[in-house]
């Protein structure tokens, strides 16, 4: 099986959001230090202990889960990159349980991005990420049922909540689910004073989803880079999109480059490719005449192949 | 097995329905064993009973390592408030561990009509069916149809009318089965 490609040396390592408690270094970690390992729960930290592991000698930090005392062991330097934070304070908890308590949104509908988003959240949102992953899934029970794996990550997350109020406020676990019952679902005629919630966290950077090439544009074939004129070979630039005022081809590149750059956090990479979607068709209904016509003017052999290749060129680029 | 302590008279009909009913929820074996006092040092000022401190000082009942303890209490009980207030307590269970207290108190009244009494029977059976669930580590469930959901929510009827045995999901029912080998 083919696995992910390696990385490369100079290239710039995932990195966690700036959240209250994110462990940078292991020499921040002492010996029953409480930690919260993403999507493992509480842990108590043992200490550090030297193991050879594939004939290499490690440096490991010991962990055991509070939950039912399994071993974690992380390599000294890899407790950056793991995501490791301290327990939640309470000051932060009040601000996740007014989260809970405050009126939802409209769930996201599209259940790929959804559960890549409660993905990322469960891993790198802090215990707020795990509220919000519990609320949009509780709300989201609520207009239908859960499918099988949206079900099982909301157990998980519900488990990985409840233990870490239960750590936080220091009540025992099954009066932390109450609590969070409470505020999710309150008795009828109950309301809450509620302080504006915390603003969710954005990742900075996607966790699973790495920096992709822009594409190009759908009319831009790359064949200016390659130095052939356009003209001269015939093809159509569709007018439609000059007359509508929007930037030429070339352009429209440049431009999506600019916006993947400056802001590469999800809203702004995904709303582009959305927007591309909903045009789509639009596009290739202008576009059809105008490749149908292209043909109809000359016929060389050459030139099929040779408009073809740089249009793959530039897609995969 | 799961034995039902009462801290406080519980009508010997009551007893014998509850006793059936987990059984056919839970598939062990269910008895009465025994009455216990409700400890002086979970008493709050208002009268209502910390269901935290209940457990860990009530007298505890003879028990095999597995063995689950329902304590069945007529007082009110209560628990630290969270950020956003108190919840609604009907009893408290310690999660994965052994104990579990329920309290009548929230209940509608048992009355003495043939109705009422069903009615109280199967509330308090649904709540037991709740926190011993707890107890096989399971946790509050969104179906209003689901014993785990909360006692409070406002999708709970007040009249369960539904199998009082039954939880809303296979793996719950699996996972109690695998906890019980």
């Known amino acids: ?317 | 097995m799961i034995r039902i302590v009462t801290l406080a008279p519980l009508d010997d009909g009551d007893l014998a329905f509850l006793t059936k009913t987990l059984y056919q929820a839970f598939g062990l074996g269910t008895e009465h064993a025994g009455d216990r006092k409700l400890p002086k040092e979970a008493e709050g000022a208002g009268g209502d009973y910390d269901a935290v401190k209940l457990l860990e000082e009530v007298d505890p009942v003879r028990t095999i390592a597995d063995d689950k303890v329902l304590y069945v209490t007529a007082a009110p009980l209560s628990m630290k408030p969270s950020p956003l207030g108190e919840p609604p307590c009907w009893g408290y269970a310690q999660y994965g561990g052994q104990r579990a207290v329920v309290s009548t108190a929230r209940m509608p009244a048992r009355g003495a009509t043939e109705a009422s009494i069903e009615v109280f029977r199967r509330r308090l059976a649904r709540e037991c069916i709740h926190f011993v669930g707890h107890l096989w580590d399971l946790h509050h469930c969104y179906d209003p149809r689901c014993a785990m959901h909360p006692s409070w929510a406002p999708g709970l009827p007040a009249d369960p009318d539904y199998g009082l045995d039954t939880f809303c999901r296979e793996k719950s029912e699996r996972r109690i089965r695998l906890a019980k080998t």
């Open chain 1, 1 to 317: 099986m083919k696995g992910p490609p390696a990385r490369h040396p100079e290239e710039k390592k995932d990195e966690f959001p700036g959240l209250e408690g994110v462990i940078r270094a292991a020499t921040e970690l002492a010996p029953g230090d409480r930690v919260v390992y993403p999507n493992q729960g509480v842990c108590r930290v043992v200490g550090l202990e030297q193991k050879d592991i594939a004939g290499q000698r490690l440096e490991l930090v010991r962990m055991t889960r509070e939950e039912d005392g399994a071993s974690v062991m992380v390599p000294m330097n890899k407790v950056a990159s793991v995501g490791l934070r301290r327990v939640a304070s309470a000051d932060v908890m009040e601000g996740v349980f007014h989260y809970l308590g405050a009126i939802r949104d409209d769930p996201e509908l599209d259940w790929k991005v959804r559960h890549r988003d409660n993905v990322e959240r469960l891993i790198a949102g802090g215990v707020l990420g795990i509220a919000e992953v519990v609320k949009g899934l509780h709300s989201l029970s609520r207009l239908r049922p859960l499918p099988t794996k949206e079900r099982e990550q909301y157990d998980n997350a519900r488990h990985l909540l409840v233990n870490e109020v239960a750590a936080s406020l220091g009540v025992p676990p099954g009066v932390a689910e109450d609590y969070i019952d409470y505020a999710l679902d309150p008795p009828a005629g109950v309301k809450f004073q509620l302080k504006p919630p915390p603003k969710p966290f954005v990742l900075t950077i996607p966790l699973y989803r790495r920096k992709k090439p822009p594409v190009a544009a759908e009319g831009d074939l790359g064949l200016e880079d390659l130095g052939l004129d356009l003209k001269a070979l015939g093809v159509a630039v569709p007018e439609g999109e000059e007359v509508e005022g929007e930037a030429p081809v070339e352009g429209a590149g440049a431009e999506a480059v600019e916006v993947t750059a400056a802001k590469p956090a999800k809203a702004a990479v995904r709303k582009p490719a959305r927007k591309a979607a909903r045009k789509a068709p639009a596009r290739k209904a202008a576009k059809k005449p105008a490749a149908r016509k292209a043909p109809a003017r000359k016929k060389p052999a050459a030139r099929k192949p040779a408009a073809k290749k740089p249009a793959r060129g530039g897609k995969k680029k």
